[in-house]
């Protein structure tokens, strides 16, 4: 099932007091990213983030869910409603996340 348009621009919404936050779709799905880095995306009219030590910190009881099969799982957040949790989360993470692959010259 692909994810809808209007629930990736309620996210943005959400997300709007962040600078970079940027999206990419694939799929039918959306990935998100936060000053350059992925930090998770909108499957199924869900937002997931990767699982990294700051996230679970920050959402302690999130569960973990697959974006779709065969992917690896991803936490599931489910305070959209709170843009003060959702800028929260996405500052916490932004230092653990790796840096953006460098894409090879031809």
Do not use: C, H, W
């Not at 937002?47 to 679970?56: W, Y």
């Not at 305070?79 to 989360?89: A, P």
């Amino acid at each position: 099932m692909a994810s809808n348009k209007e629930y990736l621009e309620f996210i943005l919404e959400q997300l709007s007091e962040l600078d970079e936050i940027t999206y990419r779709a694939m799929m039918g799905e959306f990935i998100i990213y936060y000053r350059g880095k992925i930090i998770g995306g909108i499957y199924d009219d869900r937002l997931l983030v990767k699982p990294i030590k700051a996230a679970i910190n920050y959402m302690p009881a999130a569960s973990y869910e697959l974006p779709y099969e065969g992917a690896k799982e991803m936490l599931l957040v489910d305070e959209v409603d709170n843009r003060e949790f959702l800028t929260g989360l996405f500052n916490a993470m932004y230092d653990e996340l790796p840096a953006p692959k460098q894409k090879k010259k031809k």
